[in-house]
């Protein structure tokens, strides 16, 4: 990607199916983020506004979007983006986006099944060498949506934590339950969480840290 004096994120959040009502806390959450590590921020949720700014970003963050959100010159765009190595970062519901497109179940790396309801739950961490993870324990208990996903992406992803399905109810992906994971597998970076469903975990230190490390891993920092 081109050098630029400060690097930008584009995050999209738009929505054709399920909305989140934490968006506007996810988006207030990246931009004090990107305000601390030196990036300028800009939010949309306009097809073409994403596709315009998008080739002079670092990284593109799918903020909880769901259902079909791009035209074919933002489907273009982000392709150009990530073969030019730029940075992608996906957030919740971001693996419930674009079923249509293949090469977007590429870049986020497994695609959403369902869920059970809201409850506590369990992470179990297993790759602390990353920047999404470093700061976490063996364990991290958190109340979210424990995402099942139509298929297990380990084969093809470098896995950094997994549900532990044994701490909540009516989870159905078995032991082996990928929930953050990162690969390069599209040209550039791509981070995908699917925590962050409920609006606190954006003022959580814990989850912003988990972010803000993805952030930073997209963006081509070592990890």
């Not at 992608?88 to 059970?116: K, M, N, Q, S």
Request: aromatic fraction near 10%.
């Amino acid at each position: 990607m081109p050098a630029m004096s400060t690097p930008r994120i584009i995050v999209f959040s738009r929505t054709t199916g399920y909305r989140h009502d934490s968006i506007p806390d996810g988006i207030a959450a990246l931009r004090d983020l990107g305000g601390a590590h030196g990036f300028g921020v800009t939010a949309t949720e306009d097809p073409a506004e994403f596709a315009a700014a998008l080739p002079g970003c670092r990284l593109a963050v799918f903020l909880s979007t769901s259902g079909t959100v791009l035209d074919e010159a933002g489907r273009e765009a982000l392709r150009a983006h990530q073969a030019a190595g730029g940075g992608f970062v996906g957030v919740h519901a971001a693996a419930a986006t674009e079923y249509d497109w293949p090469w977007y179940g590429e870049l986020i790396g497994a695609r959403f099944d369902r869920h059970p309801e809201l409850q506590p739950g369990t992470v179990r961490v297993e790759d602390r060498g990353h920047p999404a993870t470093v700061h976490l324990g063996d364990s991290w208990r958190l109340t979210d949506e424990w995402y099942d996903f139509e298929s297990n992406p380990r084969d093809t992803v470098r896995v950094l934590a997994r549900a532990d399905g044994s701490s909540y109810r009516d989870g159905r992906m078995g032991a082996d339950h990928p929930l953050v994971w990162c690969h390069e597998n599209t040209g550039g970076r791509s981070f995908y969480t699917a925590l962050g469903h409920t609006s606190e975990c954006y003022t959580d230190p814990v989850f912003r840290a988990h972010l803000a490390g993805g952030l930073l891993w997209a963006a081509g920092h070592p990890g």
